[in-house]
């Protein structure tokens, strides 16, 4: 790995880091401040996921990108071999090889010409031997001046033969065939659509660092506001379920009925269950983000748990027990917590 690139992504991790750390502060920087005397917990289930894609996203603006430019490349040379196609096969279209079959006069002599033409250079010294004779040969510069004339003579013959037969326009028939129709071609497309085509493709591109830029911007400000509104609010008496485009509250007297049970861990299980089917677990995992009202009159969730069980039982709502015998108690929970559990499960 070259030096720049391990600048890259030690920049990458930082601002990674930076970013995951910066929106899980002030979205529960936000968090606690809308928690008020009334409210005594909030569950954010998507703080955590969107403050991480957020540092993904934003790891990614220093990150080599090589293989992007390499797929955008062939994506553009791709799209030029097709137009060079498309073009060459308008061109193709607009000029038509004519078919030789639909015209054999035209086509006869040059085909003819092709296959029995073959030129071969004349020997020069045979003609002059033919000419003067072997035997004979006069120093007479009369008669030599008369042979190189000849000689000259035979040779503007032979040239002229042979651009008379390699001339191009022999094959062209004296008269067209019967029937003929000349081709005709089609009217250009108009100047103005080809400046609007040219208009398209001249756009300039967006940067990609600029888009990954706006785009881990973007992810960091849901990360912030975004835990707020999808979150599980907890109060003395109702649980409250917060959308970003709606909230509705359920009041814990009006549950249909609520269960005493044990979950996978062993340990205590206490929902309450509404006729709509939306049941809530009322031990507040220690996940949830506590506020201090919630801090000051509740030694542990289990205290919740048993100030609800109080509330329930107080408005006659039905109780239902589940299967008990699984149930146990971690070492590291006190004795308040421990009556408090025996007081929900009626048990000593």
Known sequence: MDKKNKIRLICAVGSGISTFLITCFLSILIIKTTLGNTV?????????PLCIIAALLVCRIFLPGDRYAEELESEENELNSDEYNANSK??????????ESAY???FAKKQQTETDFQFSRPDIRKLIREQSGESEISVDTDEND???????ELLHIEAKKASEINSIYNDIP?????GYVPYEYEDETDEDEEDDEYEDYAEPRISKVILRIIIGIAASALAVILPINCATVYTADSI???????????QLTDADYYTVGVTLTGDLSLKSHFKNGKEFDLVIPSTVIKSDSFKGN?????GYAAFCNRLLKRAEVEKRFDDLTSLSYSSALSQSDIAYIEEITETN
């Open 240 to 250: 409250k379920i917060k959308r970003p485009f709606s909230e509705k509250e359920y």
């Open 90 to 99: 308008e061109t193709e279209d607009c000029f038509p090889q004519l078919d």
């Open 104 to 106: 054999p006069e035209l």
């Open 40 to 48: 005594y917990a909030i569950s954010t289930p998507l703080l955590i």
């Open 174 to 178: 004296e008269e067209l065939p019967d």
């Open 146 to 152: 008369k042979k190189d004339d000849d000689i000259e």
């Open 298 to 302: 509740f030694s542990s969730e289990y």
